[in-house]
């Protein structure tokens, strides 16, 4: 199977149509898995075609990046490498968000010795902070363009408006959010924006933190390392409660010969040509599963049928505790 490949928008940016989320590798979803075998994992995905993959400073902190530059250090031309700055993790780290000019700069440099790599491709502002003028965010990244250590700037979970501005001073290549049939809060206002201004659009938690794929039953239980822990939609009430998600999924999947994550990734592909998904896993078999999702074909009558369908549905629980939904972060 031959993987295709998609544009950022108009940054001419082209990576694989399905890319790589690599912050489960070792981070937030249970004990971390041996590092070697994740590293042999990153590597399977290039030899599948997978070129796109999405790490942060934040994952570990550091060692996420760490993982990730060192499996794929040998394909370093083939693939494009997308990390993100935002929180404050330097010595004396109080926490929070900080998006100074100074502190991006630092991570920048750290970034790049823990990803071996000369430039980053894509640089994410992983959350706003309200604290510093997002044109002064954009017009840091656009400095580090210039001076050649970044290449594409990009945003993760920004407001309209905000993405507006920060685009003015520096195009935005892709926007960063979370976004899956039942996260679909993006086509309010950012999937617009984003056709408008010819950005591209990276959804996060594609298959829903894993509830997508159907294989989450009520009885799931979560370990004190997996953030789902914490997360109102993955009580055994709303794990219950969602059922009719999958579902859905999985009656369009018997038409299609596919499993629900094929379908919940194929609706993703099928909204947008500058969308792509970047499902994570720790296991080959499901990175093979998700990268066949490509070859799934839903036709404007199966869109339409899941649309109205889903309409119909509701879904218990939010996104993440009220605590840090106005932060959103992961």
Not at 16 to 43: K, T
Not at 228 to 256: C, H, M, Q, W, Y
Request: glycine share 8%; aromatic share 6%.
């Amino acid at each position: 199977m031959t993987m295709k490949t998609r544009k950022l928008g108009k940054s001419g940016l082209e990576v694989s149509a399905i890319g790589f989320g690599c912050m489960g590798l070792n981070y937030h979803r249970g004990p971390a898995p041996d590092r070697s075998g994740m590293i042999a994992l990153l590597r399977s995905a290039v030899e599948r075609g997978v070129t796109f993959f999405d790490t942060a400073e934040v994952y570990g902190p550091f060692t996420n990046e760490e993982l990730v530059g060192e499996a794929l250090e040998p394909f370093r031309d083939r693939v494009t490498i997308a990390t993100k700055f935002g929180f404050d993790l330097g010595p004396g780290a109080t926490s929070g968000l900080n998006s100074r000019p100074e502190r991006i700069r630092e991570m920048v440099e750290q970034s790049l010795q823990r990803l071996r790599v000369h430039a980053i491709d894509l640089l994410y502002q992983h959350r706003v902070d309200p604290n510093v003028p997002i044109e002064e965010v954009a017009g840091t990244v656009k400095e580090l363009i210039a001076e050649g250590k970044v290449k594409h700037f990009g945003m993760s979970e920004p407001a309209v408006e905000t993405l507006r501005r920060a685009h003015a001073v520096l195009p935005v290549t892709a926007v960063e959010s979370e976004y899956s049939l039942w996260w679909r809060n993006p086509e309010k206002g950012v999937l617009p924006a984003c056709e408008e201004l010819g950005i591209g659009f990276v959804p996060y938690s594609p298959l829903g933190r894993g509830y997508l794929t159907g294989k989450i039953t009520e009885t799931a239980t979560f370990g004190v390392n997996d953030n789902r822990s914490n997360l109102p939609r993955f009580t055994p009430e709303a794990l219950k409660a969602n059922r009719p998600v999958i579902d859905l999924l999985a009656e369009i999947g018997r038409k299609k010969h596919a499993t629900p994550a094929q379908i919940a990734l194929a609706w993703l592909l099928a909204q947008k040509p500058w969308i792509v998904p970047i499902p994570g896993t720790t296991k080959l078999s499901r990175l093979e599963e998700n990268i066949a999702a490509i070859r799934v074909e839903l036709t404007p009558e199966d869109l339409g049928h899941m649309d109205t369908a889903f309409s119909a549905l509701t879904v218990l629980g939010d996104r993440y505790p009220s605590a840090i939904a106005a932060q959103t972060g992961r």
